[in-house]
């Protein structure tokens, strides 16, 4: 079992940055894969980012190469989302979300844990 707690999203201008965290609980958090997702109203889920579980393999949504990073602290059972040159259209909830497998997947159907989200708003 895996819970997790998002933390530090919040109003930011357009063209600012943001750091999401994920603070997770449970002994086997360094053998998940983690991933980022995102919901805007009136959307379905679409994926962010994901990272495998010892952090050496990272996959992004198009819409975000170049601009977010993913990482993890295995240590600390974190992962983190850094967001730069964020945009309008960046405005939704950020949920990270456990996989129990190593490998790391853009679907929402193969990650078994979720948090509860945070809401990132960005401003034009």
């Known amino acids: 079992q895996v819970q997790l707690v998002e933390s530090g999203g919040g109003l930011v201008q357009a063209g600012g940055s943001l750091r999401l965290s994920c603070a997770a609980s449970?002994?086997?958090?360094?053998?998940?894969?983690m991933g980022w997702f995102r919901q805007a109203p009136g959307k379905e889920r679409e994926f962010v980012a994901a990272i495998s579980s010892s952090g050496g393999r990272t996959y992004y949504a198009d819409f975000v190469k170049g601009r977010f990073t993913i990482s993890r602290d295995n240590a600390k059972k974190t992962v983190y989302l850094q967001m730069n040159s964020l945009k309008p259209e960046d405005t939704a909830v950020y949920y990270c979300a456990a996989d129990s497998v190593s490998w790391p997947s853009n679907l929402v159907r193969d990650y078994n844990y979720w948090g509860q989200g945070t809401q990132v708003t960005v401003s034009s």
């Open positions: 449970g002994r086997t958090f360094s053998s998940y894969a």
